[in-house]
């Protein structure tokens, strides 16, 4: 199948509007290709990941300080968290902040909102359901096709550059109905209580199909963010899945018991404590803020606490008194940044870092280098505050 | 023995190389080292091997969006795969990945006889004919 372009896209793509716009076009074509899209569409918003320089290094700052030169985004644009709270004090190098600088530099020339979040579903108002957007981050993606009925596949930090560029997508996967009805259903053969045993399941099934949607049937149906964050990361760590649905379907399934939440805990599970505490990963919201002033009640954490946060739910909380309670605890908010990939937490510092997050601990140990004591957050509470 | 496979192009351009082949999807960011072109990641079955010069095949990648710059930094490290091919369906992040790192793509058709590409040594990529040749040698 080919990719029917305009003669204004073939334009576009022949160098006639410039050199970035043509390799935005040549991104687009390339994935348009792989997932047989028939035409490319407009999207409405997109939000952009590959903006923390331990991510992306220096070949990824090189090419954004090139790209933003040529090009100006055409579509409101956001943007994922970066390495470090902008406000805030940190040992890292000036090499590591010189060239984190510069790719904030370089996304502001071409227009983004310095959001720095990986929760932008909960920091913005949102487009009816059914409308197309472009979402870079996996858990960002995954739930605003599952949880909100927003359109989007499980972008590349270049597929969403390109529609950032162009305001365009391939029209393909789960932007097509058919394609978001589940093909494959997770059976649950063991009870899911925290916010933990969510994001294990979530593990687990991205790993075990190449599915663009799974379902979890009715089970899943009324739980919370903090949950449906835990799953939906996880989802998109382990995996190529891009939703999720509580649709029943009658077809082909795989079972999801004590066994198999064994297996992604005997995988990621590498410490037995830490000398750090790290929550957020995704970005903790205002629910999950609230909830865990109310469980730290009054208490002090024993260890070094890193909270992580977006700015704009930072500052809602300092206004409700909840920021206090929690820097009361001890516990250091930290806005822009994400537990994930952080180079605040490095295996020289710590010898391990105590998280609920299951797509934290995937890439601390991965990534990082750096072990993990996964636990849930009662557990946490329970045994590190007093 | 050789065997001509038919491919999907999606990334175009020719190479050649030795075989680096995986049933196992590949998560860019976390499990590839952009320096130096090496597999790191403990559970996968190519942890040890270097992707630079082989001809990658494996069904597709996994996990972050950011994988796509994963894949530019190995080129633009110089310890990149000369080609990649996926085995089962290409997905956006090396989709992309490969359309600016300028590396030649394809996807094997499900349609043909397909032998266990792991036994090959040797691989020539043409993306524009459309066609894997894998020698066993």
Not at chain 1, 96 to 106: H, M
Not at chain 2, 62 to 88: D, E, K, M, Q
Request: net charge neutral; proline share 3%.
């Amino acid at each position: 199948m080919f990719v029917h372009l305009t003669r204004d896209e073939e334009d576009a793509l022949d160098e006639k509007h410039g050199k970035a716009t043509s390799l935005a076009y040549k991104i687009l074509l390339s994935i348009g290709k792989a997932t047989d899209a028939e035409k490319l569409i407009p999207v409405e918003w997109v939000h952009l990941s590959g903006v923390n320089y331990n991510t992306i290094g220096d070949a990824g700052v090189k090419f954004l300080r090139e790209y933003s030169e040529g090009t100006r985004f055409g579509v409101p644009t956001t943007i994922n968290p970066m390495g470090y709270d902008a406000q805030k004090q940190n040992n890292l190098s000036n090499n590591f902040k010189r060239s984190q600088i510069e790719i904030i530099k370089a996304y502001e020339k071409m227009g983004s909102i310095p959001s720095f979040s990986c929760i932008p579903y909960e920091i913005f108002q949102l487009p009816d359901r059914g409308h197309n957007v472009s979402f870079a981050e996996s858990n960002a993606a995954v739930i605003a096709n599952s949880v909100f009925g927003l359109h989007t596949n499980k972008e590349s930090s270049l597929s969403a550059l390109a529609s950032a560029v162009t305001g365009k997508t391939p029209y393909s996967e789960l932007r097509i109905e058919s394609v978001r009805d589940p093909k494959i259903k997770v059976k649950l053969e063991t009870n899911l209580n925290t916010e933990l045993d969510y994001g294990l399941l979530g593990y687990f099934s991205g790993k075990s199909t190449k599915e663009s949607c799974i379902s979890f049937g009715h089970n899943i149906s009324n739980i919370d963010m903090y949950k449906t964050k835990s799953l939906a990361a996880a989802l998109g760590t382990s995996g190529g899945c891009g939703m999720f649905s509580n649709k029943e379907i009658n077809g082909e399934s795989i079972s999801f018991g004590k066994e198999e939440e064994k297996s992604v805990m005997d995988e990621l599970n590498t410490t037995e404590s830490g000398d750090v505490i790290a929550l957020g990963s995704p970005q903790l919201g205002a629910f999950e803020l609230e909830l865990l002033s109310n469980m730290i009640n009054g208490k002090k954490f024993s260890k070094r606490c890193m909270i992580f946060c977006p700015r704009a739910i930072y500052e809602k909380a300092c206004s409700s008194g909840i920021a206090q309670k929690l820097e009361n605890a001890g516990g250091s908010l930290i806005c822009d940044a994400c537990t994930c990939l952080s180079p605040l937490l490095t295996h020289e510092e710590y010898d391990g870092v105590i998280t609920n997050s299951v797509k934290a601990a995937h890439y601390l140990n991965k990534s990082n280098g750096v072990s993990v004591c996964l636990t849930d957050l009662k557990s946490i509470i329970r045994n590190y505050t007093r | 023995m050789t065997y001509s496979l038919r491919c999907k192009v999606i990334v175009g351009g020719k190479a050649s190389g030795r075989v680096l082949a995986t049933k196992q999807p590949i998560n860019f960011l976390s499990s590839v080292d952009p320096l130096t072109g090496m597999i790191t990641d403990e559970n996968h079955e190519l942890c040890g091997n270097s992707v630079k010069e082989r001809v990658l095949v494996f069904p597709y990648a996994v996990g972050s969006s950011v994988g796509a710059y994963s894949i530019f930094a190995l080129r633009s490290n110089r310890v990149s795969p000369v080609g990649i091919i996926c085995t089962s369906k290409t997905d956006i992040t090396t989709a992309s990945g490969c359309a600016i790192a300028n590396i030649p793509l394809l996807e094997l058709c499900t349609d043909q006889v397909i032998p266990e590409i792991e036994n090959f040594n040797e691989a020539l990529v043409d993306g524009i004919s459309g066609i894997l040749q894998i020698k066993k040698v």
